[in-house]
């Protein structure tokens, strides 16, 4: 039986991944700060310990650790997000090495959000524009770090992984919650795009790059990005809900503030194509929004 390793895996995207490989009839073993159940193993994300042992003969290595960017950005928060990211990749580059038969793969997860605001250019893999901000810094540190370290047994890959939507966690809870309130207009303008995946296709992803033996860097989104407006319109005709009220950057700013994040989640225009993917072959299961969105409200 093949084995497959989720650091930070207790999360949304860590039960997408340990259901899907566990129906494929992987074991999956989770490294966490809390163990919970039989398959979890004690981690505290920068230091070495029995966890690593895990890591011998392991089909893939998928590190999705990290502090969540849903937060003000404080200098501690900040300060929690950078740490939390370089250091977890450094002690599983380390811990990696140490292995005799290391994993053969090594997903280390990065975000969409290392490609500059966008309305009309398509961020591709190859000719995506990077800048210079919080975001953007944060993304391009945990890259370097990552493709820094040498590990000569082990193919390596960066995902470069946009919202994804499923029926038990992520944004999908918040923005049904909010159209279900009477609260869904637009955000803003409504002409941001944005980038998405169904939590399907985010797990055949990264089966399907394993299956191919592919490496490097990979945009992990839906290849039709939508916009805010299509997005919320989209999901009030699926939830069966007729008015939404829009909100102004004003609002969203107040709001923001009240319950303890940051606007730049609803108002960066995120305009990510998975080329690579595409041109690999891989087939999307679901490739609108509108599919997406009808799938996971079943």
């Not at 038969?101 to 997903?107: Q, T």
């Not at 909010?178 to 795009?193: D, F, M």
Request: charged share 25%; aromatic share 10%; with cysteine.
């Amino acid at each position: 039986m093949k084995t497959i390793i989720i650091a930070g895996g207790t999360g949304f995207l860590g039960q997408v991944l340990e259901r899907y490989f566990e129906a494929k009839k992987y074991k999956v073993k989770i490294l966490t700060r809390q163990p919970k159940k039989e398959n979890h193993l004690y981690w505290d994300g920068k230091n070495l310990n029995d966890w690593q042992h895990s890591l011998e003969n392991a089909e893939a290595l998928i590190n999705l650790a990290g502090k969540s960017v849903d937060c003000r950005y404080t200098e501690e928060n900040k300060k929690k997000i950078y740490n939390s990211r370089i250091d977890s990749t450094n002690v599983l580059g380390l811990a990696l090495n140490l292995c005799e038969n290391p994993p053969n793969y090594w997903f280390n997860s990065s975000t969409a959000t290392i490609y500059e605001d966008s309305y009309s250019k398509e961020m591709t893999e190859e000719n995506g524009d990077i800048s210079d901000d919080f975001s953007m810094n944060i993304a391009k540190s945990w890259e370097k770090s990552f493709n820094e370290i040498t590990n000569p047994k082990t193919q390596k890959v960066v995902m470069r992984t946009s919202i994804v939507f499923g029926k038990q966690g992520g944004a999908y809870i918040l923005l049904k919650r909010l159209v279900q309130l009477g609260l869904g207009g637009k955000q803003w303008h409504g002409k941001q795009k944005v980038s998405w995946i169904h939590e399907l296709d985010f797990a055949r992803a990264i089966d399907f790059i394993m299956t191919e033996n592919l490496e490097g860097t990979f945009n992990i989104v839906a290849p039709n990005p939508t916009d805010n407006q299509t997005l919320m319109k989209t999901l009030r005709s699926v939830l069966k809900v007729p008015f939404g009220i829009s909100h102004p950057k004003w609002l969203l700013e107040f709001g923001a503030k009240l319950i303890g994040t940051e606007t730049e989640l609803v108002l960066k225009s995120r305009n990510v194509i998975p080329d690579k993917l595409l041109k690999s072959g891989f087939k999307f299961k679901h490739d609108t929004i509108l599919s997406t969105l009808k799938a996971i409200s079943k």
